[in-house]
């Protein structure tokens, strides 16, 4: 059943291309009951699958020469990431309902990317996720350069052209791992029998995990993501943070870290104190995290402090990855679902729930606005939303970010230390902003005109309210009884770490 | 030889010719007084007719050729038959989109034209005799030069058939030259005779300076860098419908007969029989000569991806980018024909060419799958660049501002196509790209292959850059001017079905890649 999000999502978006203009009601609801439609499927995936292995879903020959099936399965990991892309969805319309130019476009190369980010999680034949992969980069393009807001054209390009450069590395490292195992099959499960030889997998693995972890915003590659999440509409933005950003990871520990294990053995030799890959990105990671959360200190647009705050929390993720033990890898995966609803909640009631009546994104003129007053339900959201991304226990992303704390000490207690001061700076600069956004007393400047404070801000709408409690009670569920998803990781990250997807 | 031989052997394009002289009859006879668009329309449709007569005098063919004193002249069957297919379908689908078009008054002489040119380029495929190949190429090369001449209101296209046939002409000088050294090395035109007797004799530098001047012949037809300068200026002046039959027939034709000079007369292996020993000499000089071959090819398709790609993110034509990015193709294709296994020296050369056969038949397939696929999806972008350009005047990419509020449905095949040429997946183009690497690597996996397949492919990533230009024109940016624009329904409809051939093949590749490899 779980194939059906993929078909119906683009299936959802073939006939909103069809739609004719103009009907934007219609474009949105129908929309919506596409997304609600594959969240009641991944949920009941979800559900169906508890306590199970690997469930295969489809699997028929796709390019039989090539030894290409279409294969799709779901462990636990990719049924918690499919069910983030369910909410993420669902969220995303929600908070588009007020795009009023060439709705039904929107939503059409929406719900493509929709369908192209299940297609990633369910794929078990790289090529086939390979495929998936690329698809979604041409709707993300569109969404930004199209609705999007600061400096889209921009902003668009350079998001395409980083995740295609860093696709091209997967397919020339997916190229030499179909060659070496002897061009006969892509399927993951064949590919991590090969055994390929370690000088291989010595230069495969940077590729490849290099190749994902660039859309998963590792540091010095993240550029793009604050650019892209900033010029985004909100919905782009949500979905670029949530989940688009956790394709890049996916991968980077489905194919990079299952498929050439060996990439992350010792060389044998240090280069400045670093002695393995597995050094090397897990600095890079931890480089992230402090970067993230001190370049978020210093920014004046509010939704930039949400952007560099995504590059800061992806840092945790592959720096869980890097730790390669069960509980920071469970972390690193469960970190991805909580980054994905809380970045979300953020992007939402920054880009949707304040820029859309203000105006302004500008700190700096948000402090004259008296927001918690005027939108009290955007202030307390705000506060919740912002303590849950600093890690604060009830909320999904404590769990996440102490277990792959723990996992990083286990290793090597240094990076659990430098990414504490990530967490550190985290709470400065979520309060730096709450503070001037919403609660500071400034009195207006005579800059500012009267008008925009005297006029009474919109109220806030019905699907605002629906997609901010639904995001808010999913990361308390997951915070309160965090064993819901840790059942399923646990058990697939186990088998993944035991021998790739054997 | 008997002469219903040669009959039996060359009926497609017999087939070809008779219709171009029935188009000219019925057109210049029966139809003088007759309105334009009617003329058209009939004089394209006899032509169609012509290509489907073709094809299926293709379907009837059976036997390997014709054979001259035991020498192949001319070959049909195998992956000839699937060259000369794709050649007809191209040539029908680019006669469809002259339908509709008022460049020119002279209806039947376009067709008559295309058609003689669609033989060239059947002859071309199938020759295997040097005078047989220069003639066929010829009868190519005539009729591309007086088809982009055919926009008599333009300066533009008298200006690029001038430079095209100077360039023409001094590359059939230089094909000629390299010919003739051959001959001279071997005492054969035939290039099974020249292969053996060269393998017998063992090389001589001579025989690099021919092969120098063939790549210059051939590297031309192809447009290849630093052979490609007179395409950015045909594909811009030409009539959108004659740069898309040159783009798009004239590469495949070219490009096959690359494919059967390196694989017949150069790469170890070609038709070789006797005695054991005579076998393991013969094999050991061919591939003693080899390499350095081969590495002529790859220099030259290394810089015509980066050439290509880099020049295409300058243009501001449309015309000029596709040419450019025609170049980088080129490029991509050479190294599926290039590449081959490296013999070491050790060993039994004859064990070692058994265990190669099987990959070189996938790359000659996987380099034919690129060929027909990439000629459908440039004959779909001409013909939307021959709509907008009807529309406004211009192939500049400004004149695609705002096209999908202008034509919605035209809007989405460009989308289609120019994701195809990008690579993106599950469109037809990335399968052409992922098949041509897989197979160069299935061949030869060492060092030098796989950087090119990786510079190939970061080439590919720069390729998204300059087709999203114009994407972004077409659906993001304001547009200036709302009218609408009209394409002629017979166009529209061929655009839409190259644009769902580009989908369905993509999506389901197994269709072509196992019809070519049924051959």
């Not at chain 2, 008779?18 to 007084?33: C, E, N, P």
């Not at chain 2, 078009?101 to 295309?114: G, S």
């Not at chain 2, 060092?447 to 390729?463: D, E, G, I, K, Y």
């Amino acid at each position: 059943m779980l194939a059906w999000t993929i078909y119906l999502s683009f299936a959802g978006a073939l006939l909103l291309a069809l739609l004719p203009n103009g009907r934007n009601a219609l474009a949105r609801w129908l929309a919506l009951a596409v997304a609600v439609a594959g969240l009641a499927l991944v949920v009941r995936g979800f559900a169906e699958g508890m306590g199970q292995g690997r469930i295969t879903i489809v699997d028929i020959p796709w390019v039989p020469s090539m030894g290409i099936h279409f294969m799709l399965a779901a462990d636990g990991i990719s049924r918690v990431l499919i069910l983030l892309t369910g909410l993420a969805a669902v969220a995303g319309v929600l908070f588009s309902w007020n795009i009023e130019l060439r709705t039904n476009e929107y939503f059409a190369f929406y719900l493509a990317l929709i369908g192209g980010v299940y297609g990633v999680f369910l794929s078990f034949d790289l090529f086939l996720l390979f495929v998936f992969y690329e698809i979604a980069i041409v709707p993300k393009y569109f969404l930004i350069a199209i609705w999007g807001s600061t400096r889209r054209e921009y902003a668009a390009m350079k998001l395409a052209i980083y995740s295609f450069a860093g696709s091209a590395m997967v397919l020339i490292g997916l190229l030499a791992a179909y060659t070496a195992a002897g061009s006969h099959s892509t399927g993951l499960v064949d590919l991590a029998r090969a055994n390929f030889p370690a000088s291989f997998q010595m230069w495969c693995f940077p590729l490849v995990f290099t190749g994902f972890a660039i859309l998963a915003g590792m540091w010095p590659f993240h550029t793009w993501a604050p650019t892209g999440h900033v010029g985004a509409p909100t919905a782009a933005s949500m979905l670029l943070a949530g989940v688009v950003m956790k394709l890049g990871a996916y991968g980077c520990l489905r194919v990079g870290i299952a498929l050439f294990p060996r990439g992350l053995d010792p060389w044998g030799f240090y280069f400045i104190g670093l002695g393995s890959w597995r050094d090397v990105f897990a600095l890079l990671a931890v480089i992230g995290i402090a970067y993230g959360a001190l370049v978020a200190m210093v920014q004046a647009d509010f939704k930039f402090v949400i952007g560099y705050s995504s590059v800061s929390h992806m840092g945790f993720v592959l720096l869980g990855l890097m730790t390669l033990n069960q509980i920071g890898v469970t972390g690193a995966v469960l970190q991805m679902f909580s980054h994905g609803i809380i970045a979300g909640l953020l992007f939402a009631i920054v880009g949707r729930i304040v820029y859309e009546r203000t105006h302004t994104r500008k700190l700096a003129e948000l402090e004259s606005m008296h927001l918690s007053k005027r939108l009290p339900f955007a202030a307390v959201a705000f506060v919740i939303a912002g303590y849950a991304s600093i890690g604060g226990p009830l909320f999904s992303g404590f769990w996440a970010e102490m277990q792959i704390l723990i996992g990083a000490w286990m290793v090597r207690p240094w990076w659990t230390m430098a990414a504490g001061v990530g967490i550190v700076v985290g709470v400065a600069y979520t309060w730096r902003a709450m503070q001037k956004a919403f609660f500071s007393d400034a009195v207006p400047s005579t800059h500012t005109l009267e008008t925009e404070h005297d006029h009474q801000l919109a109220a806030i709408t019905w699907p605002e309210v629906t997609g901010v409690v639904m995001l808010t009670g999913v990361s308390l569920l997951v915070g309160i009884w965090p064993r819901v998803l840790l059942d399923s990781i646990e058990p697939a990250v186990k088998t993944l770490l035991a021998g790739g997807v054997r | 030889m008997n002469y219903a031989d040669l009959f039996r052997v060359t009926m497609p394009e017999t087939a070809l010719e008779m219709a171009a002289l029935v188009v000219l009859i019925v057109d210049l006879g029966l139809l003088r007084k007759t309105a334009l668009g009617v003329r058209v329309t009939v004089a394209a449709l006899l032509g169609v007719a012509g290509c489907g007569a073709a094809l299926w005098c293709i379907s009837l063919q059976t036997g390997f050729g014709l054979y001259v004193d035991g020498a192949l002249v001319l070959a049909n069957g195998g992956v000839v038959a699937v060259a000369q297919a794709g050649i007809l379908v191209l040539t029908a689908l680019t006669l469809m989109l002259f339908i509709g078009a008022d460049f020119t008054r002279h209806a039947a002489e376009y067709v008559a034209v295309v058609l003689m040119a669609a033989t060239g380029g059947l002859l071309v495929t199938s020759a295997r005799d040097l005078l047989v190949i220069f003639v066929g190429l010829e009868l190519l090369s005539l009729g591309l030069y007086i088809l982009t001449a055919f926009g008599k209101k333009s300066g533009k296209s008298a200006e690029a058939a001038l430079k095209y046939y100077l360039f023409g002409g001094m590359s059939a000088a230089f094909l000629l030259f390299g010919f003739s050294y051959l001959y001279g090395l071997s005492g054969s035109t035939n290039l099974y005779w020249i292969q053996y007797n060269i393998a017998e004799t063992g090389t001589s530098p001579l025989f690099y300076v021919a092969w120098i001047l063939v790549v210059a012949g051939l590297g031309f037809k192809v447009a290849v860098v630093p052979f490609h300068l007179w395409a950015p200026d045909t594909y811009e002046g030409a009539p959108a419908q004659a740069a898309a039959f040159i783009a798009s027939v004239s590469k495949v034709a070219s490009f096959a007969l690359l494919l059967t000079i390196s694989r017949n007369l150069l790469m170890p292996g070609g038709p070789i029989s006797g005695q054991k020993d005579v076998v393991e000499h013969l094999l050991r000089n061919e591939y003693l000569a080899w390499q350095p071959l081969a590495a002529i090819l790859l220099i030259v398709a290394a810089a015509s991806m980066i050439v290509g790609n880099l020049a295409a993110l300058v243009q501001v034509s449309v015309r000029r980018l596709l040419a450019y990015s025609a170049i980088a193709h080129a490029g991509y294709i050479l190294l599926g024909i290039a590449t081959q296994r490296t013999y070491s020296g050790q060993g039994s050369t004859f064990e070692f060419f058994l265990g190669t056969t099987g990959p070189a038949s996938l790359s000659t397939n996987a380099v034919f799958y690129y060929l027909l696929t990439y000629g459908l999806t440039i004959i779909g972008a001409f013909g939307v660049v021959a709509v907008v350009e009807h529309a406004t005047g211009s192939d500049r990419l400004d004149s695609f501002l705002g096209l999908h509020k202008r034509n919605p449905l035209l809007a989405a095949v460009l989308l289609l196509l120019f994701l195809s040429l990008a690579g993106i997946p599950p469109l037809v183009g990335f399968w052409a790209k992922f098949n041509l690497f897989a197979a160069v690597l299935s061949v030869n996996a060492g060092p030098v292959p796989f950087a090119l397949v990786a510079l190939a492919v970061a080439m590919s990533a720069v390729s998204l850059y300059y087709y999203l230009q114009v994407l972004k024109r077409v659906y993001v940016m304001p547009a200036i001017d709302e009218t609408p624009i009209k394409a002629h329904p017979v166009s529209m409809a061929v655009l839409l079905l190259i644009a769902a051939a580009v989908v369905v093949l993509g999506c389901f590749p197994a269709l072509l890649l196992g019809w070519i490899g049924s051959f």
